[in-house]
C-alpha cells in the first residue's frame, strides 16, 4: 500500500487556532517523514492570520517560532473546477501540484469542517474527516446527543447558558468545557454552578458555548487510535500520565509540553488494564466509524476505572496524527500516512452531483412575482 511517486502531496499545518504550534509540530513530523520516502511532497503553512505559505520540506520547529519564516512564499487560496493553492508571483499564476493533502491542522477551521469544505470546493482530496463527521466531533454538545443517543456510555453533559437553571441532573464539582474546543485549553474545574456560569460568560474560549459535565477525579484517561483504510483496525490503548498526582484533568502542558507534542507525552502503552476493558473500549471505538462518520486516523478518549467505562470525545487531528499508538498492531509512520493518502484520492469525502436537476422543475414555474403578491 504505497503512494505511487506520480503523485504530489501537500502537507497543511498552524491555522488560525489556539492549537496553532501543536499543529506546527504534527504538520512537520508528517512533512520530513514523506520526505524521508522520497515523495513529491509541499509544505502548506497556514499562519495565524489566515494566509497560506509555502515552505521548504526542511524547515524545523524553531523557524516558526516568530511567525511565518522567512523561507515562505506567499500562496492564494482558490475554489473552482481548477482551485487549489496558487503561487502569488506578480509574473504569473501557478497552481500549486498537489493531488492531496494531508490535513495536520489542529481545533478551529482546520478541524471544525471549515478547512475541508473550501478543500472540497476547490476539488482538491484531503485527508481526515469529511465536513460533516469533523463539525459533529468538534462540537461536544451535538457529539453527546447523537453518542448518547446511540446508547454510547458516557456521562452526562449539559449546554451551559445564561438562562441554564439551577437544576442541573448531576452533583457537584463541574467540568466546564468550551463547546467547540479541540482540546484542553479553555477547559476548568469548579466547584458551584454559579461559578460555572460567571465563568461562561467571560471566558473567551467559552464565549461561543460551553458544555457542564461532572468532574470525576477518581476516573482515568484510556485512549485509542482508529484508522479506517484500508480496513478499519484499532491500535493499543494508551493511558497517558500526568506531570503530577494531584488528580486534576489532563492538561495541554500533560499533552504537548515535549518536543515531539503528543509523540513525547508521558504514557503508559500498551495500558495495564483487564483485557475486558480493552475489549469494550475496541468495541466502542470500532462503532463509532459508521456513527460519527470516521476517516482517516482519529483519536477516540474515554475515562475508567474499575467497573466503569465513558466514551469522551473524538479528536478528529489528534496530535502527531497518533502514531506513536501503533504499538499493536506495529504500523509505521508512513505507512499510516500513505494509507490517509490513499484513502484520500480513492475515497473522496464528499461526491456532489447536480444530477435531476434537467431545468423541468424552472419550466413549469410561474412567474416569481405572482408568488411574492
Given amino acids: 500500500m504505497n503512494v505511487d511517486n506520480n503523485y504530489a502531496v501537500g502537507v497543511v499545518f498552524g491555522g488560525p487556532s489556539d492549537e496553532h504550534d501543536v499543529s506546527v509540530l504534527t504538520g512537520l513530523q508528517a512533512l520530513h517523514e514523506m520526505g ?18 509555502s515552505i521548504p520540506p526542511s524547515l524545523e520547529a524553531t523557524a516558526f517560532v516568530n511567525g511565518v519564516p522567512k523561507e515562505a512564499g506567499r500562496l492564494i487560496f482558490d ?24 490535513n495536520c491542522c489542529h481545533g478551529g477551521p482546520g ?3 471549515t478547512l475541508q469544505g473550501m478543500l472540497q470546493m476547490a476539488g482538491v482530496a484531503y485527508t481526515g474527516q469529511g465536513i460533516a463527521g469533523a463539525s459533529l466531533v468538534m462540537d461536544k454538545a451535538a457529539f453527546y446527543g447523537t453518542v448518547s443517543a446511540a446508547g454510547m456510555p458516557v456521562l452526562p453533559r449539559i449546554l451551559l447558558r445564561d438562562d441554564t ?20 485549553i479553555g477547559v476548568e474545574v469548579v466547584n458551584d454552578f454559579d461559578t460555572a456560569r ?3 460568560r467571560v471566558s473567551p474560549y467559552l464565549r461561543r458555548g460551553a458544555v457542564l459535565e461532572p468532574y470525576r477525579p477518581d476516573l482515568s484517561d484510556l485512549n485509542v487510535a482508529v484508522r479506517t483504510f484500508p480496513s478499519i483496525e484499532v491500535s493499543a490503548v494508551e493511558r497517558p500520565l500526568r506531570n503530577d498526582e494531584s488528580g486534576k484533568i489532563l492538561s495541554y502542558e500533560d499533552k504537548y509540553a515535549g518536543r515531539e507534542g503528543m509523540a513525547s507525552a508521558p504514557r503508559e502503552l500498551p495500558a ?40 469522551n470525545e473524538v479528536n478528529s487531528i489528534p496530535g502527531s496524527l497518533a502514531r506513536y499508538l501503533w504499538v499493536d498492531p506495529p504500523r ?9 493518502v490513499v484513502e484520500a484520492l480513492n475515497s473522496p469525502a464528499v461526491s456532489y452531483s447536480a444530477q435531476g436537476a ?11 412575482a405572482s408568488k411574492l403578491s
Fill in 36 to 53: 524521508r520516502s522520497s515523495r513529491n511532497v509541499y509544505g502548506i503553512y497556514w499562519s495565524k492570520s489566515g494566509e497560506f505559505y
Fill in 79 to 102: 475554489t473552482g473546477s481548477k482551485g487549489g493553492f496558487f503561487t502569488n508571483s506578480k509574473l504569473s499564476k501557478k497552481r500549486l501540484p498537489v493531488d492531496a493533502v494531508i
Fill in 111 to 113: 478541524e471544525d469542517g
Fill in 165 to 184: 437553571g439551577d437544576g442541573v441532573p448531576f452533583d457537584s464539582p463541574y467540568i466546564v468545557k468550551p463547546r467547540f474546543g479541540g482540546s484542553s
Fill in 198 to 200: 460567571d465563568l461562561a
Fill in 272 to 311: 495495564n488494564v483487564d483485557g475486558s476493558v480493552v475489549k469494550d473500549i475496541k468495541s466502542i471505538a470500532t462503532a463509532l466509524v459508521d456513527i460519527v462518520a470516521i476517516r482517516g486516523i482519529v483519536r477516540v478518549d474515554f475515562l475508567w476505572r474499575e467497573g466503569e467505562l465513558y466514551l
Fill in 332 to 340: 509505521k509512520f508512513i505507512e499510516l500516512l500513505n494509507g490517509m
Fill in 358 to 368: 434537467d431545468g423541468s422543475v424552472l419550466e413549469r414555474a410561474s412567474s416569481i
